[in-house]
């Protein structure tokens, strides 16, 4: 059993009463954001207004919600292409803030923000807070990296908004987190769930046990991360610990959280409108199947973006969700569908190596897998570090351990991968989102 600190009595906040509208309601209120937004789209950016001319689209033909599904999908490379501007449907002067996210080629994509679309940001946030079971009263240490970046600058506003104290550490230095941690009386830390690890690990080591402090709750995002990952955390910290998702091109964090139910994420529906789609088709899916998550902003005025494919994968929930919010579930975000590598034959997710390697004891959540190519032939292997008490004890217990990651990956992949067992602290450690995967296939090429 895990031993974690009960939870707070659910905190309600007024903002969050949109979270346990009647669907009916909902609906109609999303119908018409909907249509708002597609005019605005329509009548202020060229990209949106050519790609419905050629389907013979005008605003007008948005009568019903189905009818999303006849407006053209939107995809990054149009965020490259248009870059830096050329989405926006709003003059320079009303915006208020610009981010951007660089991915991992060529140029980033920036984002726009109205002084309204700040507010709807913060709304979402404070929903999101206040879903994990943070309120008034609460000393919030945000971790998220400030910058261009979305996490750092969402969360604050979202954390003061809900008139929590916060503690704008951003990320990095992570001696002077515990130090925070400890003295300042944090109940609340928000970074990527890798970022926690490291911080569990590292106050460790300074004699700091996470479990005695008065931290009850994180707010872990930006990356994907597993349920073994999260019952890691939560028995090493005693605390909560919450997924929650977003992402820049729609607004940053706050499209869509978990609640104490700990069942998947309720998406913040009156402002994301969500389908779930067939990524080689683009048909939408019955509810339950799993797909690529396609998001539509109904709220944004600086960046209104029609139909936007995540690349995420995920499914819809079916059924109430036991907290009362009548907002759609989706399961959490295992995987992007661009992140599947091909291995001899073998379509492979990072996430599923590492369900593999936390079933197995005596692995640490640090990971790194890296393809290679030998003579035309695709190798894997998996690093892993084991714990300092695996390491220290004698070679058999080590080959022991390794032949189980062997045989536990092969279970769970289909295929065999090298299995590399590393001493505690090689693999490096990330303050934002952490990199999994090294592909060096291509350089044999
Ligand atoms: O990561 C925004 C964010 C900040 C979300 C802080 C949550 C907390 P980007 O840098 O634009 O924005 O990256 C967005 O990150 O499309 C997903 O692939 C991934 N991602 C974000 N949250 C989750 C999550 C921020 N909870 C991309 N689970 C998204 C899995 C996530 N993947």
Not at 269 to 277: A, L, N, S
């Amino acid at each position: 059993m895990i031993d974690i600190r009960p939870a707070t009595a659910p905190i309600f906040h007024p903002a969050s009463a949109q979270d346990y509208v009647p669907p009916l309601l909902l609906r109609a209120l999303q119908l018409r954001r909907l249509q708002n937004v597609v005019r605005r789209a329509y009548q202020h950016v060229e990209l949106f207004r050519s790609r419905m001319q050629e389907r013979g689209l005008r605003p007008e033909d948005i009568r019903s919600l189905e009818d999303i599904s006849r407006l053209p999908f939107t995809v990054k490379t149009d965020l490259r292409d248009t870059y830096p501007f050329g989405l926006f449907a709003s003059p320079m002067q009303d915006v208020v803030r610009l981010h951007a996210s660089s991915g991992t080629t060529g140029k980033p994509i920036v984002v726009a923000y109205t002084r309204e679309d700040v507010e709807v940001w913060t709304n979402a946030m404070v929903r999101t807070l206040a879903s994990c079971g943070i309120g008034a009263g609460d000393v919030v240490q945000n971790a998220y990296g400030y910058g261009l970046f979305t996490g750092g600058l969402g969360a604050h506003y979202g954390a003061e908004a809900i008139g929590a104290t916060v503690i704008p550490i951003s990320g990095g230095n992570t001696d002077r987190q515990i130090m925070v941690l400890k003295d300042l009386g944090v109940t609340a830390i928000c970074c990527t769930p890798s970022y926690f690890v490291h911080l569990i690990e590292r106050a460790r080591e300074l004699g700091v046990d996470l479990r005695d402090l008065a931290l009850r709750v994180g707010v872990f995002g930006a990356e994907p991360w597993t349920d073994s990952m999260r019952r890691h955390i939560e028995s090493n910290s005693r605390i909560h610990a919450y997924d929650i998702y977003g992402l820049s091109e729609i607004t940053g964090p706050g499209v869509a959280s978990e609640c104490g139910c700990q069942d998947g994420l309720h998406i913040f529906e009156d402002h994301f409108y969500p389908e779930i789609i067939d990524p080689a088709t683009g048909e939408t899916l019955p509810e339950g199947e799993e797909g690529e998550l396609v998001l539509t902003t109904l709220s944004k005025v600086a960046m209104p973006i029609l139909r936007y494919r995540t690349r995420d994968v995920t499914a819809f929930l079916s059924g109430p969700c036991p907290c009362g919010r009548t907002l759609r579930r989706i399961r959490r975000i295992s995987r992007r569908s661009d992140d599947m590598f091909i291995i001899r034959g073998v379509n492979v997710f990072p996430s599923q190596v590492e369900a593999a390697l936390l079933a197995v004891e005596g692995t640490l959540p640090h990971y790194l897998i890296v393809l290679t190519r030998e003579k035309g032939l695709d190798r894997m292997e998996v690093q892993v570090e084991v714990t300092p008490e695996v390491f220290s004890d004698k070679i058999g217990a080590l080959e022991e351990l390794q032949d189980r990651l062997v045989r536990e990956l092969d279970n769970v992949l289909g295929i065999r991968a090298e299995v590399r067992l590393v001493e505690p602290h090689t693999i490096q450690r990330s303050e934002g989102k952490a990199r999994r995967l090294i592909d060096r296939r291509h350089m044999a090429d």
